[in-house]
């Protein structure tokens, strides 16, 4: 008996006909990654700093960047709301609501703004020899 095969054994391992089942008989591809892209934006610069942030659907905060991830979601602390007006969208009422310790989702980001100003950075798509001077 044990010189003999069952038709579907086809000499594997029951342990290989397991895992080739569990894939549906399909082999796993590694999957490629490119090569890692440096930030535009450098948030380590700006840990322990007031920032602020405008998100998507119009609002805009500011606190302290506390943390932060690859995907860019954020933690600050100290955080205040800036409240629009209910008639007019586009103006600021001047009254802020604080909101303390919260977390940003990546994708609701459109701007971060250091509150002490701001930092120039060159423009990746135009050569130097090519850049005007802006006053």
């Given at each position: 008996m044990e010189g003999r095969r069952n038709n579907n054994d086809s000499g594997r391992s029951s342990y290989g006909r397991q895992q080739n089942n569990r894939n549906g008989g399909h082999k796993?591809?590694?999957?490629?990654?490119?090569?890692?892209?440096?930030?535009?934006?450098?948030?380590?610069?700006?840990?322990?700093?007031?920032?602020?942030?405008?998100?998507?659907?119009?609002?805009?905060?500011?606190?302290?960047?506390?943390?932060?991830?690859?995907?860019?979601?954020?933690?600050?602390?100290?955080?205040?709301?800036?409240?629009?007006?209910?008639?007019?969208?586009?103006?600021?009422?001047?009254?802020?609501?604080?909101?303390g310790k919260i977390i940003i989702r990546g994708p609701l980001l459109l701007a971060i703004s250091p509150k002490d100003g701001f930092e120039m950075i060159s423009n990746p798509f135009v050569s130097e020899s090519s850049q005007e001077k802006v006053l």
């Open positions: 796993r591809h590694e999957r490629f990654e490119g090569p890692k892209r440096e930030a535009i934006l450098k948030l380590q610069n700006y840990l322990n700093q007031e920032i602020i942030v405008n998100l998507s659907g119009g609002r805009e905060v500011e606190g302290k960047l506390t943390g932060f991830d690859q995907l860019m979601n954020l933690v600050l602390e100290d955080t205040v709301e800036k409240l629009r007006d209910v008639n007019d969208r586009t103006k600021f009422t001047g009254s802020t609501r604080k909101l």
